[in-house]
C-alpha cells in the first residue's frame, strides 16, 4: 500500500511569513495525526483528526497554528505568523482507528524559519 | 500517562543482538508498551508492542517484566540499517502517543 505523502520536503521562510504543509494519509485511514519534532527530541503531538473533526488540539499553539481536514482525506497544517522556534520537522501520521495498533508516519517537511 | 526512560545511546556489533531497555514504573494496568524507530530523515517506524506476554513479530521481540515496570526491545542480528533511534512509548487509553528522546542505537560494521 502507498505511504503517507507529505509535501513540501523542505521548507524555508523568513519569520513572520506564513507557510502551509500537505499531508495525503493512507487510503481508508480515517485517524489523522500531526507532530512537530524538534532537533534532538522526540516528536510532540500537535493535533488528531477523526474523519474530518478534531479530536485532540490541545498543544496546538492556536493564535499562529492551525490545521484542517476537508472530507475527511487530505490535510493541511498553516503556521501564521512563523517564528524561529518554529523551525521542526512537521510529521504526519494515519491509523485506521484512533485504537488502531502502529501508526504509518510520512518522511515529514522540514522547516526552517530564518 | 506513563513516563519512559532509556538510555541515551548503545552501540551494538553487526550480527549481534541489541537489546535496547526502557523503564515505565509508573505503567498503569491498561496501558500498552509501544516500539518505534526513526531511522535518519525518516518518519517513526512503528515496531512492535505488547502488554502483559512476551510478543515477537519478524522485526524484532519485546519482553516485559512480570510487574511490568520495565521492557527490552530486542533485535536478534542487528545490521547497519537498524541504526536509528528507537522510542519506547507507554499509551494509554488515550490513544495518544507521548514520545520521549528515546535511544540512539548504532551498529558497528
Not at chain 1, 502507498?2 to 494519509?25: H, L, T
Not at chain 1, 518554529?86 to 526552517?112: E, I, K, M, Q
Amino acid at each position: 500500500e502507498a505511504g503517507v505523502a507529505q509535501s513540501p520536503r523542505y521548507k524555508i521562510i523568513e519569520k513572520r511569513q506564513s507557510v502551509a504543509f500537505w499531508c495525503n494519509p493512507i487510503s481508508g485511514h480515517a485517524t489523522l495525526y500531526w507532530y512537530q519534532q524538534i532537533l534532538g527530541q522526540g516528536p510532540k503531538l500537535l493535533i488528531q483528526f477523526q474523519n474530518n473533526g478534531v479530536v485532540d488540539d490541545s498543544q496546538l499553539p492556536k493564535d499562529r497554528f492551525s490545521a484542517e481536514r476537508l472530507k475527511g482525506v487530505d490535510s493541511t497544517l498553516k503556521i501564521q505568523p512563523a517564528k524561529l522556534e518554529d523551525s521542526a520537522v512537521y510529521l504526519c501520521a494515519s491509523s485506521l482507528a484512533p485504537g488502531d495498533y502502529g501508526y504509518t508516519f510520512g518522511s515529514g517537511t522540514r522547516l526552517t524559519v530564518v | 500517562d506513563a513516563k519512559t526512560t532509556q538510555p541515551p545511546s548503545m552501540d551494538c556489533a553487526e550480527g549481534r543482538a541489541a537489546n535496547l531497555p526502557c523503564n515505565h514504573s509508573t505503567i498503569s494496568g491498561n496501558e500498552y508498551v509501544y516500539w518505534y524507530r526513526q531511522i535518519h530523515s525518516q518518519g517513526p517506524q512503528y515496531i512492535i508492542h505488547g502488554l502483559k506476554n512476551n510478543e515477537t513479530n519478524e522485526m524484532a521481540s519485546l519482553i516485559i517484566t512480570e510487574d511490568r515496570k520495565s521492557s527490552t526491545l530486542i533485535l536478534p542480528h542487528a545490521t547497519l540499517r537498524d541504526t536509528a533511534v528507537y522510542y519506547c512509548i507507554v499509551r494509554s487509553g488515550t490513544y495518544k502517543y507521548i514520545f520521549g528522546t528515546g535511544t540512539r542505537l548504532k551498529v558497528l560494521a
